[in-house]
């Protein structure tokens, strides 16, 4: 299963829209502030994970909403935001739990530095496990 990781370092709608038409998928992942992502780039999320404290204000409500209306699924894992691992990281062991054997992360890139070593190192943990995994930017 080839799961797609959207969270929320930098990421380019346009570059993400044109790869995504090249990538098959098999689940979504929107992490903190990739639910925007996911929502400007007309996917829907089957997790949404992190302690949203770069969510849109609203945003994170209008995805509740429609899975309260029973328009839409996703399972939802809210974190406090004092935690010893990164929303990403977070949602990276959900995929390897779900049994991913691929794993694909966009805007894990940008401008805080820790979170981008941080996303190499997750690289590592799958390529430990055999599964290939990419931290893809423009």
């Not at 010893?84 to 691929?102: I, M, P, Q, Y």
């Amino acid at each position: 299963m080839h799961i797609l990781i959207v969270t929320g370092g930098h990421l380019n709608i346009e570059f993400a829209s044109a790869y995504l038409e090249t990538l098959s998928y098999d689940k979504v992942f929107a992490v903190d502030l990739g639910l925007a992502y996911v929502h400007d780039l007309g996917i829907w999320p089957d997790y949404i994970i992190g302690d949203f404290d770069t969510v849109p204000a609203g945003l994170l409500e209008e995805y509740k909403m429609v899975i309260e209306k029973g328009e839409g699924f996703a399972i939802i894992e809210k974190y406090v935001p004092e935690k010893d691992a990164s929303d990403t990281e977070l949602a990276f062991l959900r995929a390897l739990e779900e049994g991913a054997d691929c794993i694909t992360v966009l805007g894990g890139t940008g401008s805080r530095m820790d979170h981008v070593l941080a996303n190499i190192g997750l690289l590592l943990q799958a390529a430990r496990r055999g599964i290939p995994a990419y931290l893809v930017d423009e």
